[in-house]
């Protein structure tokens, strides 16, 4: 497979784009729009042994993410959930949530965007890697300190 130039924070996405992050890698697998005109976006994600990925929330997507490969720890607002190979989750419009690898082998995970699919959207909540965050509410305070629990366990 021949690889795509990486995503910038401005970049619309494209099939082929990719990008290696400090938990993983995705590469994008499809985009268009359905029968209603919603932007899609779909993704193949890698989530590295002993990744977290930033907790977060969008303004203007939903998700839905299925495990192809491993196990897949998420945070989905106030709920750990644990999900294995062939298992899926939604990720509500406005969820709190992340995805992480508490295993010893790589986390494949589909995921598809449903609304408007950029990097722009992303509100950051706390992250592992050091990338900006957001003051914290009582709402995303749950979800943060659930956020943390998962982290120590996959350490």
């Known amino acids: 497979m021949t690889l795509a130039k990486p995503v910038s924070s401005m970049d619309s996405y494209s099939v082929g784009d990719n990008d290696k992050r400090p938990w993983g890698e995705y590469v994008v697998i499809g985009v268009g729009h359905d029968p209603n005109g919603d932007e899609y976006c779909e993704k193949e994600i890698t989530v590295n042994p002993g990744q977290i990925l930033s907790l977060q929330s969008h303004n203007h997507r939903r998700e839905y993410w299925e495990v192809k490969e ?86």
């Open 70 to 155: 491993g196990t897949l720890e998420v945070v989905l607002d106030d709920k750990h959930l644990t999900l294995q190979k062939g298992e899926s989750v939604e990720v509500p419009l406005g969820a709190i949530h992340c995805m992480a690898n508490g295993g010893s082998t790589p986390c494949v995970v589909y995921e598809k965007q449903m609304g408007t699919c950029a990097e722009e959207d992303i509100i950051r909540y706390v992250d592992a890697y050091g990338r900006g965050t957001l003051e914290l509410d009582e709402k995303s305070q749950i979800s943060v300190d659930l956020y943390n629990k998962v982290r120590e366990e996959i350490a």
